[in-house]
């Protein structure tokens, strides 16, 4: 039997500024920090990105009185398209009535569709860089397994400096960031190359190790997934499952400045000038009020010549 509305969806600014001041960070959400949001002006369009080519040599010798030798910035369009995300939820008059004494029902409906979105983006953004489809040869991935990262006396450091100057060599940036799961982490943590690091300390804490991991290895930035979701079948006891996988880590030169800068690649969002973020609507049929958050956007890898892959477990 359809369901009948009684009245048009209501934009929700409010709620739509509960959602932008909301913070996920209690779940290490990374996705963001991977591929850093770049709103767009079009759902869908092409972006000019930066070329490796720009790395050619150009003779700048000038004689006196001629021309001097002119050279031309090298980019090339890259296409996207945002993709429509979204999630409903229904708060019935009787749960609103019985959640009024505990907490603002509206405001934890909404953030936990947030909460779900988020997640989601999680899972597409690992999806896509711990990818061994579009990191493959040589040049962009390198399978580590027969020294895995879960045996203490793996020497990670120069596994992971191999890797960066993979992404130089292919770039002639520098890697900035190493992007692993919170299983690689608790392994990193009880290498015995890591230890080495901090000789006459006899108690290290994790926080200090944590604290110089990015440095040990020459980076900025060590994003560390450690979100995880229900990989259960609906009905079935809770499956708690990694979002980000431990079999493999990358190193990376992450995108920054603008998409013409250098970097792997952008999280592109398109928000139509009458998208509120937060609508509401009538639903008698179940007698609730219905709220739904939507969101368009593509995670774009612009170059995956800026990263490099490595299988680091069997």
């Known amino acids: 039997m359809a369901i009948n509305y009684t009245s048009r969806a209501t934009p929700r600014g409010d709620l739509g500024e509960v959602i932008k001041?909301?913070?996920?960070?209690?779940?290490?959400?990374i996705a963001e920090q991977i591929l850093p949001v770049r709103p767009v002006a079009l759902k869908a369009a092409n972006l000019s990105v930066l070329q490796r080519e720009n790395l050619k040599r150009e003779d700048a010798a000038h004689s006196n009185g001629a021309a001097f030798n002119r050279i031309n910035l090298k980019a090339e369009d890259t296409s996207y398209a945002c993709v429509d995300y979204g999630l409903e939820i229904g708060l019935t008059?009787?749960?609103?009535?019985?959640y009024d004494t505990d907490?603002?029902?509206?405001?934890?409906?909404?953030?936990?569709?947030?909460?779900?979105?988020?997640?989601?983006?999680?899972?597409?953004?690992?999806?896509?860089i711990f990818n061994t489809t579009t990191w493959t040869g040589?040049?962009?991935y390198t399978d580590n397994s027969?020294?895995?990262?879960?045996?203490?006396?793996?020497?990670?450091?120069?596994?992971?400096?191999?890797?960066?100057?993979?992404?130089?060599?292919?770039?002639?940036?520098?890697?900035?960031?190493?992007?692993?799961?919170?299983?690689?982490?608790?392994?990193?943590l009880k290498n015995t190359a890591i230890l080495a690091r901090f000789p006459g300390n006899t108690i290290i804490s994790e926080e200090v190790l944590r604290s110089n991991l990015a440095s040990i290895f020459g980076?900025?930035?060590?994003?560390?997934?450690n979100a995880v979701y229900d990989g259960a079948k609906d009905g079935q006891s809770f499956s708690g499952s990694d979002v980000?996988?431990?079999?493999?880590?990358?190193?990376?030169?992450?995108?920054?400045?603008?998409?013409?800068?250098?970097?792997?690649?952008?999280?592109?969002?398109w928000t139509p000038m009458d998208e509120a973020g937060v609508v509401q609507y009538r639903e008698e049929q179940t007698e609730s009020d219905i709220f739904r958050v939507r969101q368009y956007q593509q995670e774009k890898v612009f170059d995956a010549s800026f990263g490099h892959l490595m299988k680091i477990d069997v």
């Open 219 to 225: 980076l900025q930035n060590l994003l560390v997934g």
């Open 21 to 29: 001041e909301y913070s996920t960070s209690g779940y290490n959400f």
């Open 146 to 188: 027969g020294s895995p990262w879960d045996t203490v006396t793996t020497n990670i450091i120069t596994q992971v400096v191999a890797a960066k100057e993979k992404v130089r060599a292919n770039t002639g940036m520098s890697a900035d960031t190493m992007i692993i799961g919170a299983a690689t982490l608790n392994n990193i």
């Open 103 to 128: 907490f603002d029902a509206e405001v934890e409906s909404v953030q936990l569709i947030a909460d779900k979105i988020a997640l989601e983006q999680e899972y597409r953004v690992a999806s896509a």
């Open 244 to 269: 980000w996988s431990d079999d493999y880590a990358m190193v990376c030169k992450v995108n920054t400045g603008s998409v013409k800068s250098g970097g792997l690649g952008r999280t592109l969002v």
């Open 93 to 98: 008059d009787d749960d609103r009535a019985s």
């Open 138 to 140: 040589a040049s962009l």
